[in-house]
């Protein structure tokens, strides 16, 4: 980092580490909002100075100066601590006061203050601002990630659904599609050994070919469409294994 001589003359400052007092903060971490938010082009980066501390130990601290000097250290300080923007201002209200030294019975004086008086109301105007522009977008922010939760999670129970539906197919006791011996457990009466003949009748007529799922006990079977059932023997498939899939 490159250490500038600052050339302000008379102006009115602020250092980093006066900020840092301010909003009771650690000095470096000033810094480096300053810094991140100066390579985001929100501000300008302020001069760099060496500056005798205390203690007597020399530190580098960002100076800030004039009108834009005040701005960007408004900014700062809403990125630090937004409850702090109104101290910072009559920070610089006093800074300034104390630098013009003209005494209040003067024109100039009562120019002065009026001046700083305007000053002070733009400031608390773009303050609030800020906080506002701050607080829509927190509030898009997050209604932006409910959304995206919301969508994630419909989702995910609509592929379990599927899931369980494909399941329940395969296995010869959905509701798109059932085994005679799946219908006879759940319903608990017999169709006969003829009993899938109106049921292929059904399907045939339509070119319709029943798949076959594998039962432990019998093998392959077939799987007969809901309509065929509905048709011959008014079975509801959908009423008969859950309502949880599409009816075919």
Same mark, same amino acid.
């Given at each position: 980092m490159t250490i500038a001589k600052f050339q302000g003359?008379?102006?009115? *400052? /602020?250092?980093?580490?006066? %900020? @840092?007092?301010?909003v009771c903060a650690r000095h470096d971490s000033v810094k480096r909002t300053i810094e991140r938010l100066a390579e985001k082009g929100v501000v300008q980066l302020p001069p760099l100075v060496e500056v005798k501390n205390h203690l007597g130990q020399t530190v580098e601290q960002y100076l800030f100066s004039g009108e834009k000097g005040k701005r960007d250290s408004l900014v700062v300080v809403a990125q630090l601590s937004p409850e702090f923007t109104g101290a910072l201002v009559d920070r610089w209200q006093k800074l300034e006061e104390q630098q013009a030294d003209v005494s209040l019975d003067t024109d100039e004086g009562k120019l002065l203050v009026i001046q700083g008086l305007a000053t002070k109301q733009l400031a608390l105007i773009a303050e609030n601002k800020l906080v506002t522009?701050?607080?829509?977008?927190?509030?898009? *922010?997050? +209604?932006? %990630?409910?959304?995206?939760r919301e969508a994630t999670a419909m +989702?995910? @129970?609509? +592929?379990? !659904?599927r899931r !369980?539906?494909?399941l329940k197919d395969d296995l010869g006791l959905g509701t798109r599609q059932a085994a005679i011996l799946a219908v006879e457990k759940a319903l608990g009466r017999k169709f006969g050994v003829s009993g899938y003949v109106p049921l292929r009748r059904w399907c045939k007529e339509r070119d319709i070919t029943a798949p076959k799922v594998f039962?432990? *006990?019998?093998?392959? !079977?077939?799987?007969?469409p809901a309509g065929a059932w /509905?048709? !011959?023997?008014?079975?509801?498939?959908a009423d008969l294994f859950g309502a949880d899939g599409e009816q075919a």
């Open positions: 003359g008379d102006a009115v *400052t /602020m250092s980093s580490q006066e %900020i @840092a007092d301010l522009q701050q607080r829509d977008i927190a509030i898009e *922010t997050k +209604a932006e %990630i409910g959304s995206r +989702a995910t @129970a609509s +592929a379990a !659904v !369980v539906q494909k039962h432990p *006990t019998y093998g392959f !079977v077939r799987c007969w /509905m048709d !011959v023997y008014q079975v509801d498939l």
